[in-house]
T-cell receptor, first 112, second 115 residues
Framework: DVKVTQSSRYLVKRTGEKVFLECVQD?????MFWYRQDPGLGLRLIYF???????EKGDIPEGYSVSREKKERFSLILESASTNQTSMYLC???????????FGSGTRLTVV | AQKITQTQPGMFVQEKEAVTLDCTYD???????LFWYKQPSSGEMIFLIY??????QNATEGRYSLNFQKARKSANLVISASQLGDSAMYFC????????????FGTGTRLQVFP
């Protein structure tokens, strides 16, 4: 089974801090995604990447950036964390061969 | 733009009864995929069932079935014989085809199963 690992389950950061959320897959899949999940809003796409060093904005990219230097790792960066970025963040990858997505277990970020 | 709509923020069902969770979608593409995920309180996203736009038969996976009505652009999830462990958030999602493979989600339905 494909594994997608998010390094932190819970994170508390201060306003203005630069925050890195890490996501690692154990396969060679091109497509990786970062979502944030908020009550009543479902999952909204922040950024996605379809290969190393390739990235595209999703629906809510403001305040975020991403990095994909190696195929297995897709990092979400909050340049200057703000309280409205307190949320659950989910990473996922897509397997073209079986048309399936695998999600990480999520990182619950609190910005104080 | 692609959109998924789930109009039921919350649903209650008695154990052993069947329940239908609604999902409608909007797309101008001919080729697309529809997914249902379950998210228990632990937060993990569990894949339940998939329906391709060209599939003529409704998808089924154990107690889960997808009532796919293409003309009405609906893809409702039917859970038969509900169990207490089915209590969770349920998300309908659609895959955008043609390179991006982005997954677009609805706002979710919280299902509570009571004894």
């Amino acid at each position: 089974d494909v594994k997608v690992t998010q390094s932190s389950r819970y994170l508390v950061k201060r306003t203005g801090e630069k925050v890195f959320l890490e996501c690692v897959q154990d396969m060679d899949h091109e497509n990786m995604f970062w979502y944030r999940q908020d009550p009543g809003l479902g999952l909204r796409l922040i950024y996605f990447s379809y290969d190393v060093k390739m990235k595209e904005k999703g629906d809510i990219p403001e305040g975020y950036s991403v990095s994909r230097e190696k195929k297995e790792r897709f990092s979400l960066i909050l340049e200057s964390a703000s309280t409205n970025q307190t949320s659950m963040y989910l990473c996922a990858n897509y397997d073209r061969h079986d048309d399936g997505y695998t999600f990480g277990s999520g990182t619950r970020l609190t910005v104080v | 733009a692609q959109k998924i709509t789930q109009t039921q923020p919350g649903m209650f069902v008695q154990e052993k009864e069947a329940v239908t969770l609604d999902c409608t979608y909007d797309t101008s593409d001919q080729s697309y995929g529809l997914f249902w995920y379950k998210q228990p309180s632990s937060g993990e996203m569990i894949f339940l069932i998939y329906q391709g736009s060209y599939d003529e038969q409704n998808a089924t996976e154990g107690r889960y079935s997808l009532n796919f009505q293409k003309a009405r652009k609906s893809a409702n999830l039917v859970i038969s014989a509900s169990q207490l462990g089915d209590s969770a958030m349920y998300f309908c999602a659609m895959r955008e085809p043609y390179n991006t493979d982005k997954l677009i989600f609805g706002t979710g339905t919280r299902l509570q199963v009571f004894p």
